[in-house]
């Protein structure tokens, strides 16, 4: 049995290639990596521009009546230099007119025909310099972002309209289980629906993947030999569900092997969760994940996202978070991480939800974190701060 | 002008009437709002059944030689009962034949031939019950609910596999301003590339709406209103940005007013944001936005997000939570709240980043949250509990 911590490593170390890239349309870039580094290819703002509506005036002569020599709205370029005894009437993103250093509030000026009079003396300029956010050149937007919506304003605003991004993972799900029915159908006696196809794929798709196929198979060796090993001609990563453990019919194991594929850890320090495998052949990524949909979900976020994350070179961690809990929790071993549904609450403190153990996904439907005994901690008291990883 | 609270409230009553909705395939649900009610079809477990791999037997005989007379599957129905002496071998998830009523597991046991005995006695039933999680007939999942992952297993596990949803708002967004020039130009003198666009739909799409038209246009009258016009034909949601404020060349409102719409405000004491329009026909939604992207960010947050929420049926709302301050921040002005952009780190406290104005777009890609400095308050001291909406 391997511990969490681990895990990652071995998992994080297992990748040696992350994902070609691909330029993609602004508008589709929410949640890609980000595959190139974004200078600006301008000063921002690019010019002298005014913040307000108002008159661009020279300072010297606030106290004046100044005449209005032209008007300039934002996109037009000036065509008169304020000069002695004049001003410009200029709007909010205007460019600033030659000869003033001054904008004043269009509410500060009282205005008789073409003259001005200031009635509201202000001491701010009301100009917006020349790159005084952004020079030209500056790194915008690092390699290896996830990207928002504030970045697509950003690559918008440095003209990267096609920016670069690493390709969505492929990954193909393999439900293995005689008892498993298609959740269409009624189940009949003994068996259950395929409820863990569905949560996989959506949560794959959630953690930035394509999720190219979704299969169901009985436990038969072979045929699952073979759907594995037709899913991983076409994908990056192949989970499977059930035949995870040691049971007469856990045929993950041998099957991984038969691929040749190395196995590099088959139970984990975790609970939910404990039999779980993982093994690599080349740049190809095999999880055996449990037949029951909480364990699943609890290997897929510890396991699956942080092996996304580093395949599509997303550099941002997945956050775990410390909070103090909200009532007493005691469990009775200790060998094992144990991972529990919470509801982080308005008053930021972790609140635990009625739980039945590994087949009660129900218990999953409301909480917007996971929360973690450490192993040989069998008290966790009302207050004591506890990893969360929010969901 | 109106507070932020009145102007949600505002929103929220302008809404007669929510989204049709429509039935989707399970895998698409993620981040779509359920439609209905959604009930359990059947007991969970729908039979008691072995949480391990191990042998089912009359918990009576556990010191006795026991004959092994079946070997039960998962998805497999027992053909025999357990009787006095016997027992059957039992996998995971497999039904518990009659007769038994407990399980032991693999590792106990020391088997020879087709006899067992068990060396490591346990009290643990390891059967989970018909019906211990959910009962046939229980509430599920009720109408509201934004949906992911563990909902899509839910809702096979009960076989609502097109589970009915509320259709996405559709929205245009129509850019406005003759400074504006697309973003894969280099702007000319006086120029800007137009941002906004890309980052509205990024925003709206992950708002839960689908964007079906971004257009950019002169500060033209006639043609905005045109422009306005046929989007309001076509969708829920009409977003303008530029022209909101009071300028020569601000349209937005008499392009409302030209469409009969009713405003219900125009300026809002928020800080970036404050011009900002809010109209309604019927059943359409009308917003004047800001020209510049960090307040039609922030706009867009406060308003657009409830406003899409409320209509999608999305009974969760958008959290706002308390998190001290890292360090002291101050403001010279009062009259509005004032929204910064913030990270919250690991420790859960609120750190400011270094923000320009409202201009200044690359201040928010860093950031995880937005915080507030409520009206009527100058300063934040180090660890005052300030609103903070995460991103």
Same mark, same amino acid.
């Given at each position: 049995m391997i511990n969490l911590n681990d895990a990652l490593e071995v998992i994080s170390n297992s990748v040696s290639r992350i994902m070609a890239s691909e330029r993609i349309a602004l508008p589709e870039i929410s949640g890609r990596i980000l595959a190139e580094d974004i200078f600006s290819d301008m000063n921002f703002p690019s010019f002298d521009k005014s913040a307000m509506d108002g008159y661009a005036i020279k300072r010297a002569e606030i106290d004046d009546d100044l005449r209005v020599v032209e008007f300039i709205p934002a996109g037009k370029m000036p065509e008169l230099e304020v000069v002695d005894g004049c001003c410009s009437k200029i709007m909010t993103g205007a460019m600033i007119p030659k000869g003033a250093d001054m904008v004043v509030k269009v509410e500060d000026v009282l205005r008789h025909g073409d003259f001005i009079k200031v009635v509201q003396t202000a001491s701010k300029k009301n100009i917006l310099f020349e790159g005084e956010d952004v020079k030209k050149g500056d790194l915008i937007l690092s390699k290896g972002r996830r990207l928002n919506s504030v970045?697509?304003?950003?690559?918008?605003?440095?003209?990267?309209?096609?920016?670069?991004?690493?390709?969505?993972?492929?990954?193909?799900?393999?439900?293995?289980?005689?008892?498993?029915?298609?959740?269409?159908?009624?189940?009949?006696?003994?068996?259950?629906?395929?409820?863990?196809? &569905?949560?996989?794929?959506?949560?794959?798709?959630?953690?930035?993947?394509?999720?190219?196929?979704?299969?169901?198979?009985?436990?038969?060796?072979?045929? /699952?030999?073979?759907?594995?090993?037709?899913?991983?001609?076409?994908?990056?990563?192949?989970?499977?569900?059930?035949?995870?453990?040691?049971?007469?019919?856990?045929?993950? &194991?041998?099957?991984?092997?038969?691929?040749?594929?190395?196995?590099?850890?088959?139970?984990?320090?975790?609970?939910?969760?404990?039999?779980?495998?993982?093994?690599?052949?080349?740049?190809?990524?095999?999880?055996?994940?449990?037949?029951?949909?909480?364990? &699943?979900?609890?290997?897929?976020?510890?396991?699956?996202?942080?092996?996304?994350?580093?395949?599509?070179?997303?550099?941002?961690?997945?956050?775990?978070?410390?909070?103090?809990?909200?009532?007493?929790?005691?469990?009775?071993?200790?060998?094992?991480?144990?991972?529990?549904?919470? /509801? /982080?609450?308005?008053?930021?403190?972790?609140?635990? /939800?009625?739980?039945?153990?590994?087949?009660h996904l129900n218990s999953y439907q409301s909480a917007n974190a996971m929360a973690c005994f450490p192993i040989g901690v069998k008290i966790l008291k009302k207050g004591d701060l506890v990893d969360v990883r929010p969901l």
């Open positions: 970045h697509a304003g950003l690559l918008a605003s440095v003209g990267a309209v096609k920016p670069l991004v690493y390709k969505k993972p492929l990954v193909s799900i393999i439900s293995t289980g005689s008892e498993l029915v298609s959740p269409e159908n009624f189940p009949g006696p003994s068996q259950i629906r395929n409820s863990n196809s &569905s949560q996989l794929q959506v949560l794959a798709v959630e953690s930035g993947t394509e999720v190219i196929e979704a299969t169901q198979v009985d436990d038969n060796e072979q045929r /699952i030999f073979n759907m594995v090993e037709s899913a991983l001609a076409k994908s990056d990563i192949v989970v499977l569900t059930g035949g995870a453990s040691v049971g007469d019919l856990d045929f993950t &194991s041998r099957i991984f092997d038969g691929l040749k594929a190395v196995t590099h850890f088959t139970r984990l320090g975790i609970q939910p969760g404990k039999p779980v495998l993982f093994a690599t052949i080349g740049n190809k990524y095999l999880f055996g994940l449990s037949g029951n949909p909480v364990s &699943s979900f609890v290997q897929f976020q510890l396991l699956l996202k942080p092996l996304i994350a580093r395949l599509s070179g997303n550099k941002e961690q997945d956050r775990i978070i410390k909070l103090p809990l909200s009532e007493e929790k005691t469990r009775k071993k200790a060998e094992r991480q144990l991972f529990f549904p919470v /509801i /982080i609450n308005d008053n930021m403190e972790v609140q635990s /939800i009625e739980y039945h153990g590994s087949a």
